[in-house]
């Protein structure tokens, strides 16, 4: 006789945008609290899982972390459709990472349903070399398009679970029915910081 699973929901959550902006070492960070100091590029899409407790729920999560590689921007669009909720992730040192933000944006509204949480995603905050994207372009990018904020740095960690969380918040609050009362959620063109 099998035993129940243990967790309410089952989340499945995207992490997406260029090569070398940190994803992997990001879901790293988040599910077991390490730094990938070496990795394999991603190839196509991987996926890790973790249980945890949000807001009062057990859940399952399920993150992807989709490949950032050019020759692999067909396959991973096929993940993007299912999930819960997105984390858009750029380069705060590498503006042309921020500048294909765009184009990630737009493959996952093609590929995923309307309302879908997506949180924009500064990664590598703790970087002593000069900034190429500032907060405020990008605070100001996320607030147009309807997108959460957050800067993180998966090396010290910093915001790194408050902004998985975030994410995950909202997609419990969507799969579990409170749509309409979730004050996470927001309405579109308006942005809100982690």
């Given amino acids: 006789m099998s035993t129940p699973p243990q967790h309410k929901y089952l989340l499945k959550i995207a992490l997406v945008g260029d090569c070398k902006v940190g994803k992997s070492a990001l879901i790293s960070r988040f599910t077991e609290s390490e730094f990938l100091v070496d990795y394999l590029a991603t190839i196509g899409a991987e996926f890790r899982a ?5 807001d009062g729920a057990n859940i399952k999560v399920q993150i992807w972390d989709t490949s950032g590689q050019e020759r692999f921007r067909f396959i991973t669009k096929a993940y993007y459709r299912g999930v819960g909720g997105a984390i858009l992730v750029y380069d705060i040192a590498d503006h042309s990472s921020y500048i294909n933000v765009a184009r990630w944006l737009k493959d996952l509204r093609d590929n995923m349903n309307p309302g879908t949480p997506i949180l924009l995603l500064g990664n590598k905050s703790d970087l002593s070399q000069p900034r190429e994207v500032t907060t405020q372009e990008a605070r100001n990018f996320a607030a147009a ?7 993180t740095s998966a090396l010290d960690g910093s915001n790194v679970e408050n902004a998985f969380r975030a994410v995950l918040s909202g997609v419990l609050r969507i799969t579990s029915g409170r749509y309409f009362q979730a ?5 579109p063109s308006q942005g809100k910081e982690i």
């Fill in 183 to 187: 004050p996470y959620l927001i309405q």
């Fill in 145 to 151: 398009e309807g997108l959460d904020f957050a800067e």
């Fill in 50 to 54: 973790i249980n945890m407790n949000i």
